[in-house]
């Protein structure tokens, strides 16, 4: 049994094994407990603090945790980078838009998780208070635990946890979203409804689209990399296959940017060119990709085929518009996550991959 690595190795070379990665993974959350637990000391000294609410332990656990979220993960990412430059003839596939739009993401996850989870506890503990000292080191612990997990994230980055970033981020966003929407019958209407007014549901919405739609667009990059590109047909199809998660991405973003009530034609074209584009790129998926299993090309045809039924019952008035959009939003998302898994498993298949699962032959690209 090999000896485990030394403290200096380990900060020399913190991506080097799973056990440098966990144990960097635990220095960068101590950092940010450390941090958190001073600014907490300054922050509430000599207070009874609530648990949500302006100026409570929920509001700087949140805001707190996403910060130490996103500069964890920015820090794993240049890690990783560091570690993938000294393997020669490979290159990083991540530009900086895309890791920002990841760091944003897990950001805007933990600032929404912490909110959530002290506006439950409020609800459990009503009229608490908590003394200066313990809310400080919870916010420390709050922070940690975002660090700790965020720059897990990025050492360890894979088509099949950016999949779960993806799913977490949108399910966060839209619930949020939703929960805060000054109509609460703005399901009556239809789904960018929400991005409408001028409120917090407003700017939760049109930027989780956004930010979703930058994901996809460095989805499409990530995932398809490592998919066979051995032939001209093979190669040709996996370019396809990028451009058509690329629009979807690119459409996606601008359906936030463009509001429905202010450019209603830009956001109709958008969202339905949307749905084109994933219609098209299912239909064609097999002989655009024939190495994807079978499995989930007949779920693709599963998934258009319910589209249409909706928008059948659309027309017909049995279903209103925000349920169409809702389900065909949940397939479309559903089919663009299991997607990456598949791709994911590719990627672990692939016996030349670097022992990271970071790393591919030098035919492809490295994040």
Request: net charge neutral; hydrophobic share 60%; glycine share 8%.
């Amino acid at each position: 049994m090999s000896d485990s690595p030394s403290l200096a190795g380990m900060l020399r070379h913190p991506s080097r094994s799973a056990e440098a990665k966990e144990s960097s993974a635990l220095l960068v959350g101590a950092a940010a407990f450390v941090v958190g637990a001073l600014v907490g000391l300054f922050v509430f000294w000599d207070q009874d603090v609530p648990i949500a609410g302006r100026g409570s332990i929920g509001i700087f656990a949140a805001v707190g945790g996403a910060v130490s979220a996103i500069v964890a993960f920015v820090f794993g990412c240049a890690v990783r980078r560091s570690r993938a430059r000294t393997a020669p003839g490979y290159r990083r596939r991540l530009h900086w838009f895309d890791v920002a739009a990841l760091a944003l993401a897990l950001g805007v996850i933990a600032l929404l998780a912490w909110t959530g989870l002290a506006s439950l506890l409020s609800q459990s503990f009503v009229g608490a208070l908590v003394y200066g000292f313990p809310a400080a080191v919870l916010g420390g612990v709050a922070m940690a635990l975002s660090a700790y997990m965020a720059y897990l994230s990025a050492v360890n980055l894979t088509p099949m946890l950016l999949s779960l970033v993806l799913a977490m981020f949108l399910a966060v966003g839209a619930l949020a979203s939703m929960l805060s929407a000054t109509d609460p019958l703005w399901w009556q209407k239809n789904l960018s409804t929400l991005g409408m007014s001028d409120d917090l549901s407003a700017l939760a919405f049109n930027l989780t689209l956004i930010i979703a739609g930058v994901m996809v667009t460095t989805i499409a990059h990530y995932a398809t990399a490592f998919l066979p590109a051995d032939s001209v047909s093979e190669r040709r199809g996996r370019n396809l296959v990028r451009l058509g998660l690329v629009v979807i991405g690119i459409l996606l973003a601008c359906v936030g940017i463009f509001p429905v009530d202010e450019y209603l034609g830009a956001h109709n074209l958008a969202a339905t060119g949307m749905a084109i584009v994933y219609v098209v790129m299912v239909l064609s998926l097999h002989a655009l990709l024939p190495t994807m299993p079978r499995v989930f090309v007949v779920l693709g045809y599963v998934y258009v085929g319910i589209i249409v039924v909706l928008a059948a019952f659309f027309i017909s008035g049995y279903y209103n518009l925000t349920a169409v959009e809702l389900i065909v939003a949940v397939l479309v998302f559903s089919w663009v996550i299991v997607f990456l898994r598949n791709t994911g498993a590719v990627e672990q298949a692939d016996g030349d991959a670097h022992d990271d699962g970071l790393v591919v032959t030098k035919t492809q690209a490295v994040p």
